[in-house]
Each structure stands twice: as C-alpha cells, then as structure tokens.
C-alpha cells in the first residue's frame, strides 16, 4: 500500500459526459501529480499541483482541469469525453519542495468511455 | 523531446539469472533517479532509487547503478525470479519534477 489512495477505481460513462477523479496523497506529501496511461503506454504527465499551487503542466488536454485543495487532496476533472480519454489515470505524491524525493503512485482509476 | 529514454521495449531472461534493465538521459540537471515495477491495471510499484551523488545503491536483489559522465542509469535484478515479470519504467527527477521512461517489459522464464 503507497498511502496514495484514489476513487473510483472503475468508471463508465458515455461521450459529451464529465467526470471527476479524485486523488489523496500520502500523508506529509505537498505535491500531488497525475498521469495517464492509455492501452499499456508509457505514463503521459498532465499536471502538477504543491501545496495548492499549479506547479508544471504537461500533455493535459484544454478538456481536462485539475486543482488540490487546502487539506491536499486533489480533483481531475475531465469533461466532453470522447473515447480516446479511455484510459488509466494515475495519481502520485511526493513530499515536494526543492529536493528530489520518491514518487508514490495510487491504483489507479480506469476510465471507460462508450 | 524525450528526456529519459528506455531503449529496450522488452527483455527475457531465465529464472535465476540476471536481468539487466537499462536506461539513458540527457539532461544534466537531474539530481534524483527511480526505478518502477507496473503491472497491467495496478499502479507503478516504487523500486529503488539513486541520487545523483552516488554511482550504486542496493536493496536486496535490486540493485541501481549510475553513470553521470554517460548519462546512464542501470537496474540490475540477481536472482531473477518469475514474479520480476512486470514492465519496468525509470524515471529522473530534477526539483521533484519526475520524467520517465517509456518502460521495458521483462519476462522471466522459469
């Protein structure tokens, strides 16, 4: 068990449909990320959050939105889906800050968009 | 623009032998690496790690290696055991910013 803890795990919807993801970090962990994972590739980074603030973008879609909230805890919020966000989305922490440290990821929640 | 590149997409190896998970980076800054074991549908399992200040850290049958002059980062994994067989990212940090590789998948023969 990281301490990363992630719901759902498992979500249908259809397309056009919203939907959000949510995320806790390991506990004393101030920087959340989330990743996605499509058909067993490689881990595609879409954002960073540290202590609240945004902290780095990366291949995030102008569809999908995030934020992490005062008591840490963050929320991918991915609307107008279509079938190609079918995917794993993953979410980690690290303690953050200016030093590097280990990246612990959640289980994951599988999106499955019809 | 791939910072951390894996170029092995897959590798087999016999039980008991050693495996030898290989990775390059190109940006000097990196000051953290990481290995990650994944298998389908679960989340990345954290590994081991190395800072850019050593050349070795072991842990167990895990062992990372670092080469900063060549910009190379080595898992090697002695024994190698049936349950080894996962895909294997690396991953290179510079500030708590995390690039990873696109993963080789090891299979481990019994």
């Known amino acids: 068990d990281s301490g990363v803890t992630q719901t759902p795990k498992h979500l249908i919807t259809a397309t056009g449909q919203r939907v959000t993801l949510r995320c806790s970090p390991r506990?004393?962990?101030?920087?959340v990320y989330w990743y996605q994972q499509s058909l067993d590739q490689g881990l595609q980074f879409l954002i960073q959050?540290?202590?609240?603030?945004?902290?780095a973008k990366g291949n995030i879609l102008e569809r999908f939105s995030a934020q992490q909230f005062p008591d840490l805890h963050s929320e991918l919020n991915l609307s107008s889906l279509e079938l190609g966000d079918s995917a794993l989305y993953f979410c980690?922490?690290?303690?953050?800050?200016?030093?590097?440290?280990?990246?612990?990821f959640g289980e994951g929640s599988r999106l499955t968009v019809l | 623009d791939q910072q951390v590149k894996q170029n092995s997409p897959s590798l087999s190896v016999q039980e008991g032998r050693i495996s030898i998970l290989n990775c390059d980076y190109t940006?000097?800054?990196?000051?953290?690496f990481l290995w990650y074991k994944k298998y389908p549908a679960e989340g990345p399992t954290f590994l081991i790690s190395?800072?850019?200040?050593?050349d070795k850290n072991e842990d167990g049958r895990f062992t990372v290696f670092l080469n900063k002059s060549a910009k190379h980062l080595s898992l090697h994994i002695v024994p190698s055991q049936p349950g080894d067989s996962a895909v294997y990212f690396c991953?290179?940090?510079?500030?708590?910013?995390?690039?990873f590789g696109t993963g080789t998948s090891l299979t481990v023969i019994p």
């Open positions: 940006n000097s800054m990196f000051d953290y």
């Open positions: 190395i800072s850019s200040i050593k």
């Open positions: 506990s004393g962990d101030l920087s």
């Open positions: 980690a922490s690290s303690v953050g800050g200016q030093r590097s440290g280990e990246l612990f």
């Open positions: 959050y540290y202590n609240g603030e945004e902290r």
């Open positions: 991953a290179a940090s510079a500030r708590n910013q995390f690039y």
